[in-house]
Nanobody
Framework: HVQLRESGGGSAQNGGSVKLSCVASLGALPYGYSSLCLGWFRQAPGKKREAVAT???????FYSEFVKGRFTISRDSAKNTLYLQANSLKVDDTAKYYC????????????????????WGQGTQVTVSS
């Protein structure tokens, strides 16, 4: 089955940048990385986990309003890797960031809620200081 491993978190100053990576191990998946719908979610202390950005198998992307224009989601199918480039960071971006995946070999896209994704990584912490 699919396993996800995030990296790239850490500390940044207000206005700074980080780039998160999420490598997928596909195991015996009967279709390739390009047929996965992928997403980045985050959870701050005391808050619910929320969608940050998603990348569908049909090439469409979704960004939450609070990151539009600052964050960019991308994927490299040759490396089975999903990225999140986070620029112009704010203190409110402090959270644990999770990578998520859903099989999309036929539908090619999913919604942007937690329940739309069945596989999750362990998360990587991003802390933004003022």
């Amino acid at each position: 089955h699919v396993q996800l491993r995030e990296s790239g978190g850490g500390s940044a100053q207000n206005g700074g940048s980080v780039k998160l990576s999420c490598v997928a191990s596909l195991g015996a998946l009967p279709y390739g990385y390009s047929s996965l719908c992928l997403g980045w979610f985050r959870q701050a202390p005391g808050k619910k986990r929320e969608a940050v950005a998603t990348s569908n198998a049909d090439g469409t992307t979704f960004y939450s309003e609070f990151v539009k224009g600052r964050f960019t989601i991308s994927r490299d199918s040759a490396k089975n890797t999903l990225y999140l480039q986070a620029n112009s960071l704010k203190v409110d971006d402090t959270a644990k960031y999770y990578c998520a995946a859903a099989g999309c070999p036929y539908t090619r896209r999913v919604g942007n809620g937690e329940s739309d994704f069945g596989v999750w990584g362990q998360g990587t912490q991003v802390t933004v200081s003022s």
